[in-house]
């Protein structure tokens, strides 16, 4: 009997062949029974608790998978390409991930009779690009000239993304208030010059636009209540200047002969403060907002020139004031010069629930908004956050790539029935593997059926039999309990929507087909966490 070679270190685990396949996709389709019922209109919301003890409600799949702790390799690339619809486009996240567990549970049964994961992974690929030339065929371009039917897409398009959400009861006065917030960017639609700030209390409906820039007061000293707090037409110093007394280092040392010489020093220390100050009162500017704090002299002699000013402002939200109202950040007052100072029409602070905050409105320059968010809980504030956000993605998708396509499931029946026709077409394997990838698309108008809780049964024949009859955007009809052309009642996505989930879901089902082995190496030796840092002893 010949000896066994061991050549992977002991404790090693590795398994591999058939088993090890099957394995991993059992492991995805966990992960897509986890957000499975938060999908469409009627989704249920998931409570997490994380390890600090912070609690998250949300129906978002990327939110749902990036807290949960996954941890084993193959699932989670499910995980990752959640991250990615996310991050790339918006929505979907949820979809991808029921897609590409479905694709995977389609072949489950073939690969355990024994067909090579490779001749499935080149019938998934064939079968990707048929898709994706359909979804350009048949989806539906936009004319961006006319603007008022570019405006009516775009609300529809963010309506359909909010319908599935926590604030759904509100989409209607959220698609609005997103579709202006990304129609004031400028052609390269920046995210991050759409400021969102929450603020407990209130109504959800209560939720403004401000088209400008609005942020919460900052820490103030005494004398800022004299300050007056409305401008029109002011002129903005924006600064990166500390205008406070400093202290002393640590163990600095003056030696001094007599009192003089001290109070020269003295004088000396409030002259420098002074002097900033007049220049900066000089240069014209009304309204001073300094990244670094301004102290209880600078504020009280601001406030005694009719001068407003705030510190500590936080560094995004100064960017963002200087983008909407011109002028450069300066980090001396030696040059103040009035091209650097901003200009808007109108400056206030103003009371919004238990917080005040400063508004700049009227920016001759504004390539950017602020939504500030109201509402009851945090956990709610924090949801609508990422509601709007998905919806923001969307709507600036839409305007980027010129074409939608029907939601509701409409879309997914539609390529079911093109694939399922083309397999009977062709002969071989792929013909069975085609057909299968016909059915994983079916998975979609199901589960909103079944998350609605209808006969999903029923209503995917009737969408068979419309789609067979040439009905392409019929789909599943929530409100009524049956289906209905999703084209006509406006539940519209943009189509890199849906090219770009099919694609990420199959490149992932093929990835994890494509694996046939996995080796896990051990621990290294020692107790975790018990890593010796400094001045650390050895435990007795």
Known sequence: MQPAIILLKEGTEASQGKSQIVSNITACQVI???VRTTLGPRGMDKLIVDGGGRVTISNDGATILKLLDVVHPAAKTLVEIAKSQDAEVGDGTTSVTLIAAEFLKQVK???????????????YRKATQLVLSKIQEISIKIEKEDKKQLRELLEKCAATTLSSKLVAAEKDFFSKMVVDAVMSLDELLPLDMIGIKKVTGGALADSRLIAGVAFKKTFSYAGFE???????SPKIALLNVELELKSEKENAEIRLDNVQEYQAIVDAEWAILYNKLQKIHDSGAKVVLSKLPIGDVA??????????????VVEDDMRR?????????????ESMTDDVLGRCESFQEEQVGGERYNLFTGCPQAKTCTLILRGGAEQFIDETERSLHDAIMIVRRAIKNDAVVAGGGAIEMELSRYLRDY???IAGKEQILIGAMAKAFECIPRQLCDNAGFDATNILNKLRQKHSQGGTWYGVDINSEDIADNLEACVWEPAIVKSNAITA??????????VDETVKNPQSG???????GRGRGIPR
């Open 32 to 34: 897509s029974d986890a």
């Open 109 to 123: 049964s073939f690969i355990e009779e024994g067909v090579h994961p490779q001749v499935i992974v080149k019938a």
């Open 226 to 232: 004299m300050q007056p707090k409305k401008y029109e």
């Open 299 to 312: 504020t009280q002699w601001f406030a005694d020139r009719d001068m407003f000013c705030a510190g500590r």
């Open 321 to 333: 004031t200087m983008k909407a109202c011109g002028g450069a950040i300066q980090t001396s007052v």
């Open 423 to 425: 397999s009977r077409t």
């Open 505 to 514: 879901a199959s490149e992932a089902a093929c990835l994890i087909l494509s």
């Open 526 to 532: 020692g107790q975790p966490g018990m890593g010796r």
